[in-house]
């Protein structure tokens, strides 16, 4: 603590610091579409080769999912569920124009999640990709026109989507909890 903020007092406030600085060391870059992007063309099976085009081409989940981070950091409001009962980024701005909006996520280990959505109304990828196909959710209460734009064909385009997104965006060493992704152990 002395070495960082001047003094060796402990506060919650340095400790949340501290913890901040740590977790922004943390960065899941790679995966096999950091190894495709990087010129290793066998990075990416087939099917996720497939399920990347449709990514950055007709499915355009790049406009809000936008690489590398695989997030643009904006806030939208997909129609998940009532405005009146999901305030989302209004109750922090107070702006009529942000209820309902959340945080665009990045996808990067999204194979990696048992549930998807910000309360977890999806289980599969797949799920998602249907949600998102349908145009976003029947709350149409300030929802973001950008949901009107994607289009991903049933059946074959939609399974190569979620194997791009559940697969490809993984980082092996956080699927497998290595270092530095590993479970440190705190003692008292």
Not at 74 to 100: A, H, I, K, Q, S
């Amino acid at each position: 603590f002395a070495a960082a903020f001047g003094s060796t007092d402990i506060t919650a406030e340095r400790i949340a610091f501290a913890i901040a600085a740590y977790e922004r060391t943390l960065i899941s870059d790679q995966t096999p579409w950091d190894a495709y992007n990087g010129g290793d063309v066998t990075a990416l099976t087939p099917q996720e080769r497939n399920g990347m085009a449709i990514f950055f081409g007709p499915g355009q989940c790049d406009v809000c999912h936008t690489a590398p981070l695989f997030s643009d950091g904006t806030f939208r409001n997909l129609g998940l569920r009532p405005v009146t009962e999901d305030e989302g980024r209004f109750e922090v701005t107070g702006n009529p124009g942000d209820r309902g909006r959340f945080k665009t996520p990045t996808l990067r280990n999204a194979g990696l999640r048992s549930r998807f959505m910000h309360q977890g109304e999806f289980a599969t990828l797949q799920q998602v990709n249907a949600f998102y196909n349908a145009g976003g959710g029947p709350h149409a209460l300030n929802r973001s026109p950008v949901l009107n734009l994607i289009n991903v064909p049933p059946g074959a385009p939609q399974a190569d989507l979620a194997a791009f997104v559940g697969n490809a965006l993984t980082d092996p060493r956080v699927a497998q909890g290595l270092p530095p992704f590993d479970r440190p152990t705190l003692f008292s």
